[in-house]
């Protein structure tokens, strides 16, 4: 498949490198009694919203394998998958919940960090070696799973999907004493 408008790869870098930048500020400044404070519009608090940010990464990460799996089979066999994933919500919800809730106890700011840079550097690598014409193979999604999932979308929105999820969830911390997004804003966290 050719895609009719090439990505702007630096871009997807620039943004990688800025999350980056920004997630380590978060939590190299937090104090412990900031991370402890609840978020505005979630149920987490803001140590484990960060590590929420973070999975959006891991999920991509994952995402990418199944793209390129989906991107091969017939069209009805992905759509018939994303109407079964999005059939899953309920429970998806709930693991999407308490998996930062567990996470942040084994996980300190130090892994969680080293994380984060490994995640970074691995979707830096992949999107570096994509050829153009992978990026617009695509797949159907789950679209009651995440705002940001379309019902259909290419590799080269999966490689951006991160980084909207991860700025839409940074307005929802509250590490600065003060909401930094409006309550109920958006996620089932």
């Given at each position: 498949m ?10 997807v870098?620039?943004d ?12 190299d ?16 608090n ?8 973070l ?8 995402l ?17 998958f ?22 942040v ?15 970074i ?5 992949k ?5 153009e014409?992978?990026?617009?193979c695509?797949m ?11 019902d ?10 991160p ?6 969830h ?8 003060e909401a ?10």
């Open positions: 050719a895609n009719a408008h090439p990505m702007d790869r630096q871009a870098y620039d990688y490198e800025r999350v980056r930048q920004t997630f380590h500020h978060l939590l400044s937090a104090s412990e009694a900031d991370l402890a404070r609840p978020t505005s519009g979630t149920r987490w803001n140590k484990q919203l960060l590590w929420h940010m999975f959006g990464y891991v999920l991509t990460v994952r990418l394998f199944l793209v390129r799996l989906f991107g091969r089979l017939p069209a009805g066999v992905g759509k018939g994303a109407r079964l994933l999005d059939a899953s919500t309920v429970p998806f919800d709930l693991v999407n919940y308490l998996g930062p809730c567990g996470a106890k084994v996980c300190g700011r130090r892994r969680t960090g080293a994380a984060f840079d490994h995640l550097d691995s979707l830096h690598r999107l570096a070696a994509e050829p014409a992978a990026l617009a695509g159907h999604y789950p679209t009651r799973w995440d705002p940001f999932f379309r259909f979308m290419t590799i080269a929105d999966l490689y951006r999907y980084t909207q999820h991860f700025d839409f940074h307005a929802q911390l509250t590490l600065d004493g930094a997004g409006t309550e109920g804003a958006g996620s089932p966290g």
